[in-house]
Protein backbone atom coordinates (compact mmCIF):
# COMPACT_ATOMS: atom_id res chain seq x y z
CA UNK A 1 0.00 0.00 0.00
CA UNK A 2 1.50 3.56 -0.94
CA UNK A 3 0.24 6.77 0.61
CA UNK A 4 0.33 9.86 -0.51
CA UNK A 5 1.41 11.06 3.55
CA UNK A 6 4.60 11.59 3.74
CA UNK A 7 7.27 9.71 5.66
CA UNK A 8 8.95 13.02 7.73
CA UNK A 9 12.10 10.85 8.10
CA UNK A 10 13.24 7.24 7.79
CA UNK A 11 11.05 6.09 10.54
CA UNK A 12 8.61 9.36 10.70
CA UNK A 13 10.58 11.40 13.14
CA UNK A 14 8.42 14.26 11.51
CA UNK A 15 5.57 12.93 13.05
CA UNK A 16 7.13 12.89 16.65
CA UNK A 17 8.40 15.82 16.57
CA UNK A 18 4.91 17.28 15.95
CA UNK A 19 3.29 15.49 18.75
CA UNK A 20 5.86 16.14 21.54
CA UNK A 21 5.23 19.92 20.28
CA UNK A 22 1.32 19.35 21.02
CA UNK A 23 2.14 17.58 23.83
CA UNK A 24 4.17 20.27 25.74
CA UNK A 25 1.21 22.80 24.55
CA UNK A 26 -1.47 20.84 25.65
CA UNK A 27 0.43 20.50 29.01
CA UNK A 28 1.73 23.80 29.36
CA UNK A 29 -1.29 25.34 28.57
CA UNK A 30 -3.67 23.75 31.19
CA UNK A 31 -0.78 24.28 33.64
CA UNK A 32 -0.45 28.05 32.75
CA UNK A 33 -4.77 28.17 32.80
CA UNK A 34 -4.73 26.89 36.23
CA UNK A 35 -2.48 28.79 37.33
CA UNK A 36 -4.14 31.82 36.30
CA UNK A 37 -7.61 30.74 37.76
CA UNK A 38 -5.90 30.25 41.08
CA UNK A 39 -5.57 26.54 39.93
CA UNK A 40 -9.71 26.46 40.11
CA UNK A 41 -11.41 25.10 37.25
CA UNK A 42 -13.71 27.61 35.29
CA UNK A 43 -15.96 24.44 34.49
CA UNK A 44 -16.80 23.10 37.83
CA UNK A 45 -17.04 20.13 39.56
CA UNK A 46 -18.92 18.51 36.99
CA UNK A 47 -15.82 19.13 33.94
CA UNK A 48 -13.52 17.74 36.56
CA UNK A 49 -15.36 14.64 36.88
CA UNK A 50 -15.84 14.30 33.69
CA UNK A 51 -12.43 15.76 32.83
CA UNK A 52 -10.62 12.95 35.40
CA UNK A 53 -12.89 10.00 33.79
CA UNK A 54 -10.82 11.37 30.20
CA UNK A 55 -7.92 11.16 31.57
CA UNK A 56 -8.32 8.04 33.70
CA UNK A 57 -10.05 5.81 30.47
CA UNK A 58 -7.53 7.39 28.17
CA UNK A 59 -4.60 6.29 30.45
CA UNK A 60 -6.16 2.53 30.76
CA UNK A 61 -6.40 2.21 26.85
CA UNK A 62 -3.08 3.66 26.11
CA UNK A 63 -0.91 1.56 28.96
CA UNK A 64 -3.50 -1.43 28.22
CA UNK A 65 -2.33 -0.93 24.17
CA UNK A 66 1.28 -0.69 25.36
CA UNK A 67 1.11 -3.74 27.41
CA UNK A 68 -1.05 -5.39 24.21
CA UNK A 69 2.33 -4.29 22.10
CA UNK A 70 5.17 -5.36 24.27
CA UNK A 71 8.43 -5.89 22.02
CA UNK A 72 6.89 -3.93 19.17
CA UNK A 73 6.81 -0.42 20.90
CA UNK A 74 7.90 2.82 19.36
CA UNK A 75 7.12 6.43 18.94
CA UNK A 76 7.88 6.22 15.14
CA UNK A 77 5.10 5.26 12.87
CA UNK A 78 7.46 2.94 10.65
CA UNK A 79 6.79 -0.41 12.43
CA UNK A 80 9.33 -2.26 14.94
CA UNK A 81 11.28 -5.14 12.21
CA UNK A 82 9.95 -8.61 12.91
CA UNK A 83 7.28 -7.30 15.62
CA UNK A 84 3.91 -9.35 15.39
CA UNK A 85 0.54 -7.80 14.26
CA UNK A 86 -1.63 -7.63 17.24
CA UNK A 87 -5.32 -7.21 16.76
CA UNK A 88 -6.18 -8.43 20.16
CA UNK A 89 -6.65 -7.18 23.50
CA UNK A 90 -7.14 -2.98 23.09
CA UNK A 91 -6.00 -3.40 19.20
CA UNK A 92 -9.68 -5.12 19.16
CA UNK A 93 -11.64 -1.48 19.38
CA UNK A 94 -9.09 0.22 17.40
CA UNK A 95 -6.37 -0.10 14.88
CA UNK A 96 -4.68 2.85 16.75
CA UNK A 97 -5.75 2.79 21.21
CA UNK A 98 -2.48 4.77 21.97
CA UNK A 99 -3.36 7.13 19.84
CA UNK A 100 -6.98 6.89 21.04
CA UNK A 101 -6.08 6.84 24.60
CA UNK A 102 -3.78 10.18 24.40
CA UNK A 103 -6.39 11.89 23.21
CA UNK A 104 -9.12 11.15 25.36
CA UNK A 105 -6.47 11.95 28.28
CA UNK A 106 -5.96 15.34 26.51
CA UNK A 107 -9.43 16.20 25.93
CA UNK A 108 -10.15 15.25 29.76
CA UNK A 109 -6.83 17.63 30.79
CA UNK A 110 -9.02 20.28 28.55
CA UNK A 111 -12.28 19.96 30.79
CA UNK A 112 -10.03 19.82 34.20
CA UNK A 113 -8.07 22.64 33.29
CA UNK A 114 -11.00 24.69 31.54
CA UNK A 115 -8.56 25.83 28.76
CA UNK A 116 -9.50 26.48 25.08
CA UNK A 117 -5.88 26.34 23.84
CA UNK A 118 -5.31 22.67 25.18
CA UNK A 119 -9.20 22.08 23.62
CA UNK A 120 -7.92 23.31 20.17
CA UNK A 121 -4.43 21.62 20.95
CA UNK A 122 -6.50 18.46 21.47
CA UNK A 123 -7.99 18.84 18.11
CA UNK A 124 -4.63 19.32 16.16
CA UNK A 125 -3.36 16.31 18.14
CA UNK A 126 -5.97 14.21 16.74
CA UNK A 127 -5.25 15.51 13.35
CA UNK A 128 -2.21 14.72 13.91
CA UNK A 129 -2.64 11.63 14.91
CA UNK A 130 -4.99 10.55 12.19
CA UNK A 131 -2.33 11.27 9.75
CA UNK A 132 0.25 9.78 11.52
CA UNK A 133 -1.96 6.89 11.77
CA UNK A 134 -2.43 6.69 7.65
CA UNK A 135 1.59 6.72 7.04
CA UNK A 136 1.61 4.18 9.63
CA UNK A 137 -0.96 1.79 7.70
CA UNK A 138 1.07 2.32 4.74
CA UNK A 139 3.78 0.63 6.28
CA UNK A 140 2.26 -1.73 8.49
CA UNK A 141 0.27 -3.30 5.09
CA UNK A 142 3.86 -4.05 3.49
CA UNK A 143 4.89 -5.47 6.63
CA UNK A 144 1.82 -8.23 7.38
CA UNK A 145 0.00 -9.14 4.60
CA UNK A 146 -3.29 -9.38 7.27
CA UNK A 147 -3.43 -5.98 7.61
CA UNK A 148 -5.47 -5.44 4.96
CA UNK A 149 -8.49 -7.71 6.28
CA UNK A 150 -7.77 -5.92 9.67
CA UNK A 151 -8.50 -2.86 8.28
CA UNK A 152 -11.85 -3.89 7.05
CA UNK A 153 -12.84 -5.04 10.46
CA UNK A 154 -11.80 -2.58 12.77
CA UNK A 155 -11.92 1.25 12.88
CA UNK A 156 -8.94 3.60 13.35
CA UNK A 157 -9.18 5.85 16.10
CA UNK A 158 -13.18 6.25 17.66
CA UNK A 159 -14.51 2.63 18.35
CA UNK A 160 -17.38 1.86 15.40
CA UNK A 161 -17.07 5.38 14.27
CA UNK A 162 -13.16 6.11 12.84
Do not use: C
Not at 132 to 146: D, F, I, Q, T, Y
Amino acid sequence: MTSRVPSLGPRGEGWVVGQVILFAVIAGAGLAELQANGWVTPGGVRAVVLGLAAIGLGGFVAIRALWDLRGGISPFPRPVDGAPLIESGAYRLVRHPIYSGIVLAALGWGLVTGSLVVLVATGLLFLLFAGKSLREEAWLSAAHPGYRAYQQRTKRLIPWVY
